[in-house]
């Protein structure tokens, strides 16, 4: 579940609960008594409760998706590494004087269809 079906599941919910509360107020009128605020006191009881349990839901659904993100970039991120090491060591001597001078002086490089190192401004 994401925030817009929680969101949208919570109006639900309390809709239901305001037209339930406003009904038992409206058709009771002056013979509102205890047992009447005793239902709304339980239906807002329990909106409050399936409103907790809703959220509780989501929030530990985007937490684990938020994990497993991580976990996947975590994969990316060394995949890219071992990457840029077999580029950087496919580079002569001079190449990677080259492309130490071009980095210190602020050079962009992209990484180029055929895995060679390729500056941003030719692209």
């Not at 949208?8 to 809709?15: K, M, V």
């Not at 996947?72 to 990457?83: I, R, Y």
């Amino acid at each position: 579940m994401n925030f817009e079906v929680a969101g949208r599941t919570t109006a639900f919910i309390w809709g239901v609960i305001g037209t339930l509360a406003g009904i038992m107020i409206f058709f009771n009128g002056s013979d509102f008594d205890w047992p009447h605020m005793a239902a709304i006191g339980a239906l807002v009881t329990a909106g409050f409760l399936s409103t907790a349990v809703m959220w509780g839901i989501t929030m530990g659904a985007i937490e684990k998706t938020g994990q497993a993100s991580r976990a996947s970039h975590g994969a990316k991120a060394k995949n890219s590494d071992a990457d840029l090491k077999a580029i950087l060591s496919r580079l002569s001597d001079d190449q990677l004087e080259q492309l130490r001078e071009a980095l210190d002086r602020g050079e962009e490089y992209l990484l180029g269809d055929d895995g060679e190192l390729v500056p941003a401004s030719r692209r």
